[in-house]
């Protein structure tokens, strides 16, 4: 994968990553600062590794896209820290939320939909495609099952996925997860053309 | 899983993975299962298994992949029964599945199918051979473990949040 390819991702990932936070703050009444530290491509081992290994559980959202070409987006936390991105979306202080019951499922959702969609509108703006996310299905695994379930779809043709790292950071305190871009090969190929 | 001793080493089955054993210290793991199905296989008479973690359901032509040998299903039993040799008669094998979840949500899980397409083509590959699956775990929405031990050829599958079960 070439270098200008790399920084184009991360221009858009910082552009996703702005737009997600003034969404976030928006809807919380907080300000929500979103960093993105790393955006690399990589293998499914390389996400099973960052949210824990094999046999991790995590909790998080996907949405499909579809439109001009198709793709999938997953917001993963470990389970922990996603409660803690509970806590900071409800304004609590951390270790507030103990399980993953409806209330911080469906919070969840809300912040894989922000996200989700704030990184999908980036992309779409920067490529100038017509990209529509789903609406956010709240998942709650083993890492491996979930990235293997995209990637028989998108690794079907051997392609890379985008791994960014992301934090999410308020007055309070910060917490980490994972966002996981997973263009099928002809949206790759597009943004291949498009930073060269 | 059962007790774990000095012994024993769990040796991890990836995407697309065949691994054969027949020293009984070891213990084959395809960890979390989606929509990827897995075979655990049993010869009884040689006390040698194997573990199969298939991605795809057919291969359409695609040529054969050393490096993934159980990508598709098609290659996967080929191989298999390659690798099993002149130990005995195919349809001697114990054959366990368990896999082909819908992990991603019913809706998208629906659109592609991957996991219930790769049962049935297991099923159309079983028929190839002559085999039959002495038991099957397969669909659902929670994705799997699966461990064989070659030390007793008894088969495990557990869930995120379900302890583990021989099957």
């Known amino acids: 994968m070439s270098v200008p390819m790399t920084q184009r991702l991360t221009e858009i990932a910082n552009d996703g990553a702005f737009r997600a936070g003034r969404g976030l703050s928006g809807l919380i009444g907080e300000e929500i600062l979103i960093r993105i530290p790393e955006v690399r491509l990589g293998t499914r081992l390389d996400v099973c590794a960052a949210v824990g290994g094999d046999d991790a559980l995590v909790l998080g959202a996907y949405l499909g896209v579809s439109g001009d070409v198709s793709g999938h987006v997953m917001l993963l936390f470990p389970e922990a820290r996603a409660l803690e991105c509970v806590d900071l979306m409800c304004g609590q202080p951390p270790g507030t939320t103990t399980e993953a019951d409806d209330f911080a499922q469906s919070a969840i959702a809300e912040l894989g939909n922000i996200v989700g969609s704030a990184f999908v509108n980036a992309l779409a703006d920067a490529t100038n495609l017509s990209l529509h996310p789903s609406p956010p299905v709240v998942v709650r695994d083993l890492a491996m099952a979930l990235v293997e379930s995209v990637y028989a779809e998108v690794m079907a043709q051997d392609g890379p996925v985008v791994i960014i790292d992301t934090v999410f950071e308020d007055t309070r305190g910060e917490t980490a997860g994972l966002l996981i871009l997973a263009p099928d090969p002809p949206a790759l190929a597009r943004l291949e053309e498009l930073a060269a | ?167």
């Open chain 2, 1 to 167: 899983m059962t007790a774990l001793t000095t012994s024993q080493t769990r040796i991890s089955v990836g995407i697309g993975q065949l691994a054969t054993a027949d020293d009984p210290g070891i213990i084959l793991v395809a960890y979390g299962l989606g929509s990827c199905v897995g075979v655990t296989v049993w010869h009884p008479r040689t006390r040698w298994g194997a573990l199969l973690h298939i991605l795809l359901p057919d291969s359409n032509g695609a040529p054969f992949r050393t490096d993934e040998p159980a990508r598709y299903a098609d290659h996967a039993f080929e191989e298999l029964l390659r690798r099993f040799g002149t130990r005995g008669e195919p349809r001697e094998l114990v054959l366990k599945l368990a896999g082909g979840a819908m992990v991603l949500g019913r809706n998208h899980s629906q659109r592609f199918k991957i996991g219930e397409r790769n049962a049935e083509a297991i099923y159309r590959q079983l028929d190839r051979f002559g085999l039959r699956p002495a038991a099957t775990d397969l669909g659902g929405t929670a994705g799997r473990t699966l461990e064989l031990h070659i030390g007793t050829g008894k088969s495990y599958v557990r869930t995120a949040t379900a302890p583990a079960r021989e099957f």
